[in-house]
């Protein structure tokens, strides 16, 4: 018999299995979070050129292991509790096969703790991207296979509770959208761990010497069709999320709910096919397929992140209309609750993810501008922007939110708690910015000395180039020290943090659910649909959210402006064919 | 408090679309479709575009074909790396090997060149700076680039892929010569 509690203060349903799942799978982000934040530190540190902390070894070492613990472990055991919320908990669901979900966890545990002790032996600096035919140990390859099974059969068990949530009609009328979205993170996801499988298994079995060869090329072009959808995965859940925390603290609802699907419906559709952007100055890939597939597939997906950056702020902001803030074009924005860190974490990436995001990867994924900025610091410093900004800051958003309602512990040292989104969010946006410039210039990623100490030959990068670098990682300290100050409010919270009625122990914080007398066998409520729509508003022909509508232009005007710059700046160099 | 509650219209797909979200996706439907043509015209109308011509090739061909460049060009050393000076219009072959571009180009300015770049071993980056000039080099393909260096000056060849522990030390040169 599936056992439910109720949580006191939202009214959310959490099947026993599924919340010590949703527990496990968030504390062991959170302990990837950290090892990458510390590893973050000592990257930025040595790619400060005045400080240059590590030796090369050991920061091509900290290297990989940053990429893989933040990107990869972090994330993807983050999107496994957000997809255990969004079917069990949010459909009020018992969780299919919860004997499954440990399987999951066990298997993403044991490949993350696997590849990370390949990395710090030594012998696999070979960054996340595995390029062959340099080798790493065979363990790391096989950790992250284990990783990604452990996360497929995840997303199995996500649409299986779907199906039971389905048959037992847990739920009245359609999916919530929040749901939605994970479905299409989830489905992204089973594509994405295929082209994963195609390209690793292969790989370690060459590792281990039972394959001779592995032509770099193809590796290159399969390997991105893991590296790039799994990025989508991220896009997908990040809105999600922003649509959860919407929904949250506004109580606001979709502008339109075919709108927002079907742009979720376009990220299946195109997101995962657009591969090639990353590839765009490789030998032996033609123009053709290149415009096609940076155009027709991503453009139609960037088409959708650009329609739910309207309608998600647009929500909001009818949302607060609503409640009478209604002075100006921005008096909802400025009457939001930016004290409250699971709104300004939400804002903040939505904001970053959309300006420095968005536009830098739209531009640097236009096919013949590429070629000034593949490979430059320009790259980590966009997706800093989208994954360490946004998907990383929503996530950082919803566990504010859950610490209470999941953990039963109430927040320790609010006021820090305040500041921190600003503070993660302010000092990543300084590195992601000044880095832009730096890789501008020319500055190569991965590199451990812009001075080329011990090179034959020599070449001097300008001194600007030098200064935009120390003030990104100037910046970056600042964001280490947000995150710190996340994972000491968010983990101290679970120790320290008062108890909440029904109340939880240590140890209850860290996986198990709560004390059994809060559970009951009754099944909870069909989950109603939502109040139907007020009279006028939605659907009208009006401009709802013109605050929004500014906004949106804002950002139509910069991207415009920044895009052309860069082909005024393509037409600068030397002429090719 | 509905994003995460199922839509309070049944039949959610049948509720029409406000005007904002129409106006806004038609102004984002235009400007994607402006990026796409911007490609394909710089293409025809623009000087910067990706070599859409490569080979597959092995190490061994491909070193041959660089010493064959060396043995007839070859105009003097610098640092224990020959210097090459090819005529103008024809193949000049360089390639990247853990840790080095080889052989020093020294081309002429606004001359066009077919240049040929492989690897010897592990994946490298052709980053030409500071004209920021970024191309993938894999081992196995031969791309062959048609440039014109239309500024004089010494240019430095930082290898941009990360190729192992001495990846920093990897650079070369280009002097384009008025
Ligand atoms: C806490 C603040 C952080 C700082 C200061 C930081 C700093 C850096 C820097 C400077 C690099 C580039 C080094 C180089 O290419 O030479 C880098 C690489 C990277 N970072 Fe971060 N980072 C932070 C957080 C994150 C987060 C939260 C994520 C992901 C969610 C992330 C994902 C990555 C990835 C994937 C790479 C690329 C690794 C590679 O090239 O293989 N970082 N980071
Ligand atoms: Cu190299
Ligand atoms: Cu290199």
């Excluded at chain 1, 050991?58 to 983050?78: S, V």
């Excluded at chain 1, 193809?218 to 069709?225: A, E, K, P, Q, T």
């Excluded at chain 1, 859950?402 to 590195?431: D, N, S, W």
Aim: glycine share 10%; net charge neutral; with cysteine.
């Amino acid at each position: 018999m599936a056992q439910f509690r109720t949580c006191p203060d939202t009214g959310l349903y959490f099947h026993k299995s599924a919340e010590s799942l949703i527990k496990a799978n968030a504390v062991a982000a959170a302990v990837a979070l950290l090892v990458a934040g510390i590893l973050a530190l000592l990257v930025v540190l040595t790619r400060w050129q005045a400080v240059h902390l590590l030796p090369a070894d050991q920061f091509y070492m900290a290297l990989t292991a940053h990429g893989i613990d933040a990107l990869i472990f972090w994330i993807i055991f983050f999107e496994m509790a957000v997809l255990y919320v969004a079917s069990s908990t949010l459909l009020r669901c018992r969780l299919a096969t919860p004997a499954w979900g440990w399987v999951q966890f066990l298997l993403m545990l044991i490949g993350a703790v696997m590849t990370n002790v390949a990395i710090f032996q030594g012998s696999s600096s070979v960054m996340m991207t595995s390029y062959v035919p340099m080798q790493a140990a065979p363990h790391f390859y096989l950790g992250l296979i284990l990783f990604a099974v452990g996360a497929l059969i995840g997303c199995f068990i996500f649409f299986g509770t779907l199906v039971v949530a389905k048959q037992e009609k847990t739920y009245d009328g359609s999916i919530p959208l929040v749901t939605f979205g994970a479905v299409t993170a989830a489905i992204i996801a089973v594509f994405t761990i295929a082209s994963g499988a195609i390209i690793l298994i292969p790989t370690f079995l060459w590792s281990i010497g039972y394959i001779a060869h592995i032509d770099a090329e193809m590796y290159r072009v399969v390997w991105w069709g893991l590296g790039h959808s799994s990025q989508q995965i991220n896009v997908a859940a990040h809105v999600a999320i922003w649509y959860l925390i919407a929904g949250l603290v506004f109580g606001a609802r979709p502008m339109s709910e075919k709108v927002s699907r079907t742009a979720y419906l376009l990220y299946i559709l195109f997101l995962q096919l657009a591969c090639a952007h990353h590839i765009l100055v490789d030998p032996g890939i033609s123009s053709e397929w290149k415009v096609f597939n940076t155009s027709y597939a991503m453009y139609l997906a960037v088409l959708a992140s650009l329609i739910h950056g309207l309608t998600v702020p647009g929500s909001i902001e009818v949302a607060q209309r609503g409640k009478g803030f209604n002075n100006g074009l921005f008096e909802w924005l400025r009457k939001a609750p930016w004290e409250n860190p699971v709104f300004s974490s939400m804002f903040i990436s939505l904001v970053v993810f959309g300006f420095l995001g968005g536009i830098t990867g739209v531009v640097m994924g236009t096919e013949q501008i590429n070629l000034i900025i593949h490979n430059t610091i320009y790259v980590p410093a966009h997706f800093h922007a989208t994954v360490a900004v946004g998907t990383t800051m929503a996530f950082m958003g919803v566990t504010y939110f859950l610490i209470p309602v999941l953990f039963r512990r109430q927040m320790i040292l609010p006021g820090l708690a305040k500041i921190q989104p600003y503070l993660f969010g302010g000092g990543m946006t300084i590195m992601v910015l000044f880095m832009l410039g730096a890789g501008t210039l020319g500055v190569s990623r991965r590199h451990w000395d812009m001075d080329f100490t011990g090179a034959a030959l020599g070449f001097d990068y300008p001194g600007m180039a030098y200064t935009l670098m120390g003030i990104g990682a100037f910046g970056g300290v600042i964001g280490v020290l947000g995150g710190g100050a996340f994972l000491l409010i968010t983990v101290g919270s679970l120790v320290f943090g008062k108890k909440l009625e029904p109340s939880a122990g240590l140890l209850q914080s860290f996986g198990l659910p709560l004390a059994a007398s809060c559970y009951s066998n009754q099944r909870p409520e069909t989950l109603p649909r939502a109040a139907p729509l007020p009279v006028e508003g939605h659907g009208s022909s009006s401009f709802e959210a013109p605050g929004t509508f500014v906004l949106a232009m804002v950002l139509l005007v910069s991207f415009i402006v920044y895009y052309f710059i860069n082909w005024k700046y393509l037409a600068s160099v030397w002429p090719l064919s | 408090m509905t994003s995460f509650m199922p839509p309070a219209d049944r039949f959610w797909w049948k509720v029409p679309v406000g005007r904002q979200e129409i106006v806004w996706i038609l102004i984002a439907l235009t400007w994607c479709l402006i990026m796409f043509f911007m490609m394909p015209y710089w293409h025809i109308y623009g000087k910067q575009n990706l070599s859409n011509e490569a080979y597959q090739t092995t190490p061994a061909k491909f070193g041959a074909k660089v010493q064959e460049g060396i043995d007839q060009n070859k105009v003097g050393e610098e640092a224990g790396l020959p210097i090459i000076h090819p005529p103008a219009g024809s193949d000049v072959y360089m390639l990247a090997r853990l840790w080095q571009w080889w052989p020093i180009l020294e081309l002429e300015k606004n001359k066009t060149y077919r240049l040929h770049l492989s690897s010897m071993d592990w994946q490298h980056g052709f980053s030409v700076q500071p004209i920021n000039i970024n191309m993938q080099v894999v081992p196995g393909y031969e791309m062959v680039l048609t440039v014109t260096p239309d500024q004089a000056g010494e240019y430095g060849v930082v290898c941009n892929e990360y190729c192992g522990i001495g990846h920093h030390t990897m650079v070369g040169k280009i002097y384009v010569k008025e």
